[in-house]
């Protein structure tokens, strides 16, 4: 079975310094990994995703993230962080079985301090 | 990019009435569409996976006389709460894809709907 974990609830960062959001997944077969941002009442925003190819992805605003596949992880960085970038993070797996199904993880609270 | 409108933005309800969430693809044809809650300071919970002109898979646990879902057009999913209860209040969240494999740039989700039973 698919699964997701964020081991961290939440992260604070100040305004201006690098940025880690950890992810770790277990998947059957290649794993199909994405980054998305929440801001309070409202959808999932896509940041970045990775599917194949180099394990360094970049995606929006900035952010970036690195596959490790000996590690299962995904986790998400950046290297100067806003005060604009706080918001709830959430990092997904979709496997190629069972009709593309995408779970998310838990979730993780990102405050910038200015 | 695709564009995904999910309508109502919030609706408060009282118990035991049905209330009926829309997401609608405006720019693509959605030939899948997901259904997910989420409440507070947890994370997405997939509710259900529905097909246009096909019945929707429904997640284990998920009532699917209670949570009925409609697909009848590539443009429109519809998510009706019926006979809605307190613990039914939630954020209701729709995403999308144009077709049935992975989509290359993720999942389009709507704005969500924040369901409040009173």
């Known amino acids: 079975a698919q699964s997701v974990a964020q081991p961290e609830d939440q992260v604070n960062v100040a305004e201006g310094n690098p940025l880690t959001v950890k992810c770790t997944y277990s998947?059957?077969?290649?794993?199909?990994l994405f980054w998305y941002v929440q801001y309070p009442n409202r959808g999932l925003q896509f940041l970045l995703k990775?599917?194949?190819?180099?394990?360094l992805v970049k995606g929006s605003y900035g952010f970036e993230a690195e596959f490790n596949k000996s590690q299962t992880s995904f986790h998400l960085k950046k290297p100067s962080a806003l005060v604009s970038d706080s918001a709830l993070y959430f990092c997904?797996?979709?496997?190629?079985?069972?009709?593309?199904?995408?779970?998310f993880g838990a979730g993780t609270r990102l405050f910038v301090k200015a | 990019g695709a564009v995904v409108s999910q309508h109502p933005s919030w609706v408060i309800c009282k118990s035991g009435t049905s209330v009926k969430i829309e997401c609608r693809s405006l720019d693509f044809q959605a030939t899948t569409m997901f259904w997910y809650r989420q409440f507070p300071k947890q994370s997405l919970m997939l509710m259900a996976t529905s097909n246009e002109g096909s019945k929707a898979t429904y997640e284990q646990g998920v009532e699917k006389d209670k949570f009925l879902i409609n697909h009848a057009s590539l443009t429109l999913s519809t998510l009706t709460v019926t006979s809605a209860h307190p613990e039914d209040s939630s954020f209701y969240i729709c995403?999308?894809?144009?077709?049935?494999?992975?989509?290359?740039?993720?999942?389009?989700f709507g704005s969500g709907t924040r369901l409040t039973v009173v």
């Open positions: 990775y599917i194949t190819g180099d394990n």
């Open positions: 995403s999308v894809t144009p077709g049935q494999g992975l989509p290359s740039s993720g999942y389009t």
């Open positions: 997904a797996v979709t496997g190629n079985t069972g009709g593309f199904k995408t779970i």
């Open positions: 998947v059957s077969g290649n794993p199909y």
